[in-house]
C-alpha cells in the first residue's frame, strides 16, 4: 500500500457545542441600575456633542444632566429644593394658622424665589441658544411654560402696581414645577422584577411564620416602586387640592366649612383617589367636579398597580420558598428567619451553583436537540467512511492471498 488509509476526524469533545442555562443574575442594587440615567425629560435621547460654543453644552450638562458630575448633581439637588419650598410657601400662605405674618415676610420670600427661578430660566434658555430651534422647542415645551407662568406675573404686578390675584393666582402654578422633583423616578420605565438566585438556604416550613416572611420579603423587593408612587400621590394631592381651592373659594359656604384652606380638606381628595366616594364633601362649581374626574381616573390606577407589584412579588417570593422546602425537605426541623432568607435571595450565585442542575428554557432545548442530531449525522457519516476503508483493506488482503496462492 503506497498511500496512507483516509480516516475522518471526530471531534473529541461533543459536549462544548450543547447550551447550559446561563447564571441568573443577582438583584439590582445600584441605584443606577434601579434609575438608568438619563438626559432631561424633553431631550432624553438628544446628543450634545453638537451644542457649541463648548460653555453652552456644559451649561446644558449643569442643568439637565445632574449624573454628568458632582456640581450638576448639586445644582440638581438646589432647584429640587427651591420647587419645594416655593410649594411649601404657597400652600402656608394661604392657611388660616399662618395669617399672623406679616405680608412684607411673604412678599420677600416670594421676590427671593422669583429672582432664582429668573436666573434658572434664563440660563435654561441661554443653554438652548446654539440653534433656533432648540431654543424655541424650549420656550414652547411644556416645562419652558410652567416655568414662564411661574414668574411672568409677578413681574407683571411689580410693573402695574396691581394684585393679578383678583383674576387669578398665578403663584399656584409653581406647584406644577413639582413635577420636576418627580423625575428622578422617570428612570424606572418598567417595575423591574427581577428573578431571585438560586440559594441553598433552609426555609421555615411552619405556615404561620413562612406567610409573615413571604409578605415581609414582598414589601421589601417592592420598596422602590412603593416609594415611587407616594411620592406621586403626595404630588398629586398637592396640585390638585390647590387648583380646587382657588377654584372652589367663590363658592364659600360657612355652613359646609368646604375646603377652609389650601389643603382642601384632604377627606375629600381621600376618598375620590381611593374610589370610596362618601359624598360629604364635594365640589361645589363647574371647575372643581371637572378637576375631580382626573383624580376618578387617577384612583383605579392607584388600586391596581401596587396590588398589581406586591401581587407579583408574592408570587416570586412565595415560589421560591416552596422550592426551598422542597429541596430540605430532610431538614424540616430547622427554622430559617426572615433575614436569613433575605440574604439568601439577594447574594450572588456561587461557583458551585454553576454545577446544579437548571431548568433550560425551550429555545435552548431546541439548540441542543439540533447539535445532537447534527453530531449523530457526523458520527454516522465517519462511521460510514470508516466501514468503506476497512471493505477496501480486506479487498486488499484478500487479493495479496490469492497472489501469493497461485504463486505456490
Not at 293 to 307: D, N, R
Amino acid at each position: 500500500m503506497s498511500g496512507a488509509i483516509p480516516l475522518s476526524a471526530i471531534r473529541t469533545s461533543v459536549t462544548s457545542q450543547f447550551l447550559s442555562e446561563d447564571n441568573r443574575e443577582g438583584p439590582v442594587e445600584n441605584i443606577e441600575d434601579v434609575f438608568p440615567t438619563s438626559t432631561s425629560l424633553e431631550h432624553s435621547g438628544d446628543d450634545i456633542a453638537h451644542i457649541h460654543p463648548p460653555w453652552k453644552r456644559d451649561l446644558y450638562e449643569l442643568l439637565e444632566q445632574p449624573t454628568s458630575s458632582p456640581s450638576a448633581f448639586v445644582v440638581h439637588v438646589l432647584t429640587t429644593s427651591l420647587i419645594v419650598v416655593s410649594a411649601l410657601v404657597t400652600v402656608m400662605e394661604t392657611m388660616p394658622a399662618f395669617h399672623y405674618i406679616s405680608g412684607g415676610i411673604w412678599f420677600g420670600l416670594e421676590t427671593s424665589l422669583v429672582a432664582l427661578f429668573t436666573v434658572e430660566y434664563i440660563a435654561r434658555c441661554t443653554a438652548r441658544t446654539y440653534s433656533l430651534g432648540a431654543f424655541v422647542g424650549w420656550i414652547t415645551s411644556f416645562f419652558g411654560i410652567i416655568d414662564l407662568l411661574a414668574i411672568l406675573p409677578y413681574y407683571i404686578e411689580i410693573g402695574l402696581q396691581k394684585d393679578t390675584a383678583v383674576l387669578f393666582r398665578f403663584s399656584i402654578l409653581r406647584t406644577f414645577r413639582l413635577v420636576r422633583v418627580f423625575r428622578p423616578f422617570r428612570y424606572n420605565n418598567t417595575l423591574l422584577l427581577y428573578v431571585i438566585p438560586t440559594c441553598s438556604n433552609k426555609v421555615s416550613v411552619e405556615s404561620r411564620f413562612r406567610t409573615i416572611e413571604v409578605m415581609y420579603l414582598s414589601f421589601r423587593r417592592s420598596q422602590h416602586a412603593l416609594l415611587a408612587l407616594s411620592f406621586f400621590i403626595l404630588m398629586v394631592l398637592t396640585v390638585f387640592s390647590t387648583l380646587l381651592y382657588f377654584t372652589e373659594r367663590g363658592t364659600w359656604d360657612e355652613t359646609l366649612e368646604t375646603f377652609i384652606d389650601v389643603e382642601g380638606d384632604p377627606s375629600q381628595f381621600s376618598v375620590t383617589i381611593t374610589t370610596v366616594g362618601y359624598g360629604e364633601i364635594t365640589p361645589r362649581s363647574f371647575l372643581g367636579r371637572l378637576i375631580t374626574i382626573p383624580l376618578l381616573l387617577f384612583g383605579l390606577l392607584l388600586i391596581a398597580l401596587p396590588s398589581f407589584v406586591l401581587g407579583r412579588e408574592f408570587s416570586i417570593v412565595w415560589a421560591k420558598m416552596t422550592q426551598n422546602q422542597s429541596r430540605n425537605v430532610t431538614d424540616l426541623g430547622t427554622n430559617a428567619s426572615a433575614s436569613s432568607l433575605h440574604t439568601s435571595l439577594n447574594e450572588n450565585p456561587t461557583p458551585s451553583d454553576s454545577l446544579r442542575e437548571r431548568d433550560l428554557t425551550n429555545r435552548k432545548l431546541a439548540q441542543n436537540q439540533a447539535e445532537l442530531s447534527r453530531q449523530i449525522t457526523e458520527l454516522r457519516t465517519a462511521m460510514e467512511t470508516q466501514g468503506e476503508t476497512l471493505r477496501t483493506l480486506l479487498e486488499i488482503v484478500e487479493g495479496k492471498q490469492r497472489v501469493d496462492g497461485s504463486g505456490l
